[in-house]
């Protein structure tokens, strides 16, 4: 069983920059695919950023040119990097992870684990 925490949330005000931590533990058969996804406010969640076993990346729209989405050697923990936030980006951030091959790994896929979640909030 795949456990994944979040860390790295917080406040920032618009243009600011944050970035979240995601470890993996409990077995890493289940992480060939890992992703970001956020719910915000009366919104749905959606994904923001994926990142595949071989390192092949992939953002949501709205986040291209301002968010990166990166792991370790180990590939055990991700991270993404988020710069020029938004008020829009206030969100509940969530890892998640599955075993997906890299060519189906994106934001959109169906992942099996998740992780609890870390709040960002940004102010105008």
């Known amino acids: 069983q795949v456990r994944l925490m979040e860390s790295g949330g917080g406040s920032v005000q618009t243009g600011g920059s944050l970035r979240l931590s995601c470890a993996a533990s409990?077995?890493?058969?289940?992480?060939?695919?890992m992703a970001w996804f956020r719910q915000g406010p009366g919104k749905e969640r959606e994904g923001v950023a994926s990142i595949s076993e071989i390192s092949n990346v992939a953002y949501a729209d709205s986040v291209k040119g301002r968010f990166t989405i990166s792991h370790d050697n180990d590939r055990k923990t991700i991270y993404l990097q988020m710069n020029n936030l938004k008020p829009e980006d206030t969100a509940v951030y969530y890892c998640?992870?599955?075993?997906?091959?890299?060519?189906?790994?994106?934001?959109?896929?169906?992942?099996?684990?998740w992780g609890q979640g870390t709040q960002v909030t940004v102010s105008s």
């Open positions: 409990g077995g890493t058969d289940g992480t060939a695919c």
């Open positions: 998640a992870a599955a075993q997906i091959r890299w060519m189906e790994c994106s934001p959109r896929a169906a992942y099996t684990f």
